[in-house]
């Protein structure tokens, strides 16, 4: 678990800003669910067999005996509140964002957090392939929002409940001839979940997922056109995009397609994927709702913000302070509150260490922080409503009227 700490705020804000910016424009509406739900949602929703569940969910029994988890992901908690408030009934689909922390239990390494901070997006109530397509464009708008090049996208389609359990067999065969060359923890998966083989990224299970039956050759009818509308959707949006027949994503529900998005450098490989989702059909109806069709992505702002911070243009820091006010003496101490106020209305930040009475300490502060214009008001100056604003580049100096100056700074900083 981490800090994000204030010279961090600046990335930490810029991915929330491109999200919603994105998400604003898709009319998606904002969600929040409680950090704590009760522990059932993800077993059933998320599964008892994933990763997630079964070794990183951080679970506890309330004085109450409740069972609850703490969100290890959003999906399953919106889809308990979509029916546990009745949104079924409003038009359908209902789309929804949301930007907030999740917890895992994770082996701490690059890109993993045991708290780290998910966005994503949820369409809830459409089955059409367009919204597999807007939900993966929508993903890749909001990384090249922030200004990511490189990206990779890749897409597979997991099937239904139809075609799923017949290749699952056909897997299962191929992979029991190989058991014994599997990792421990593949072995195990053999019985539970051999889909999640494909997922392995040890190398001896490499070897053996490259001779694996593809999942793409099993799809039923339904499925399989399901998928080849989604990729023509992608083609016509000039989408780029990889197929990736092993890419099957960790979680139970998931149903037809899956994605994932990295950057194709080092480090963005190292990270691992930034956003990754897919269509899941039977969530819904497993948490209790009616039969509902459903699509999402999520995305990890931790490893985006890592990211960001290695390329070569800082996120806009324009909120910094351009301005500073130093003040001397007692009455213009008094007076600074109501000064300050008035350039907040005017929506100028202004910087001030008010606690300090030397103005050489608070010309240091101003120098540190690079403001561009330190607003000097002394004793005279508070007993003649005057400031003197200096211009920290060219070194000069001027004198307003104090009714004046907002004004005059505002013209100021509109020239620069
Ligand atoms: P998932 O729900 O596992 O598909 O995760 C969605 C996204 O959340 C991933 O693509 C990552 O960007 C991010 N993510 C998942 N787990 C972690 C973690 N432990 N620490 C930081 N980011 C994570």
Request: proline share 4%.
């Amino acid at each position: 678990m981490h800090d994000i700490l204030p010279d961090d705020q600046v990335y930490f804000q810029k991915v929330c800003k491109s999200v919603e910016s994105i998400a604003n424009f898709y009319t998606f509406k904002r969600i929040e669910t409680p950090l704590l739900e009760d522990a059932d949602i993800y077993y059933k929703g998320t599964g008892e067999d994933t990763e997630i569940v079964e070794k990183q969910m951080y679970t506890f029994r309330t004085k109450g005996g409740d069972h609850v988890a703490l969100r290890p992901e959003w999906t399953p908690s919106i889809v308990r509140s979509y029916i546990e408030h009745g949104m079924q009934s409003l038009p359908q689909p209902v789309k929804l964002w949301y930007y907030g922390p999740c917890f895992r239990y994770e082996r701490p390494q690059a890109g993993r957090y045991r708290q780290f901070h998910q966005f994503g997006f949820e369409v809830i109530g459409e089955a059409k392939p367009a919204i597999d397509c807007q939900i993966i464009q929508m993903s890749h708008d909001v990384l090249k929002e922030m200004r990511f090049k490189n990206l990779i996208i890749e897409v597979n389609s997991i099937g239904d409940s139809e075609c799923r359990p017949y290749f699952k067999k056909n897997l299962m065969n191929y992979l029991r001839s190989k058991r014994s060359s599997l990792c421990p923890d593949c072995q195990r998966r053999l019985k539970q979940n051999p889909l999640r083989i494909l997922d392995c990224k040890e190398e001896k299970c490499q070897r053996i997922k490259a001779g694996a039956p593809q999942i793409i050759d099993h799809l039923c009818e339904s499925c399989h056109s399901h998928f080849k509308q989604v990729l023509e959707f992608l083609d016509e949006s000039e989408i780029p995009y990889n197929l990736n027949p092993y890419l099957v994503r960790g979680l139970d529900y998931y149903t037809k397609t899956v994605f994932e998005i990295f950057e194709n450098t080092p480090q963005g490989k190292e990270q691992g994927a930034l956003m990754g989702g897919g269509r899941y059909d039977n969530l819904v109806k497993i948490l209790g709702g009616r039969n509902t069709p459903a699509c999402g992505a999520a995305g990890g702002v931790e490893r985006i913000m890592s990211l960001l911070k290695n390329k070569e243009t800082k996120p806009d820091t324009s909120k910094d302070a351009k301005v500073f006010l130093a003040q001397l003496g007692n009455l213009s101490k008094k007076k600074s509150l109501k000064i300050l106020e008035e350039f907040r209305r005017a929506k100028i930040t202004v910087a001030e260490t008010l606690s300090k009475d030397s103005l050489k300490a608070q010309f240091r502060t101003a120098n540190k922080l690079g403001v561009r214009y330190v607003l000097i008001f002394g004793q005279r100056e508070a007993l003649n409503d005057e400031i003197i604003v200096r211009d920290m580049d060219k070194g000069s100096q001027e004198v307003f009227k104090l009714d004046a100056v907002v004004a005059e700074v505002k013209k100021k900083l509109k020239n620069l």
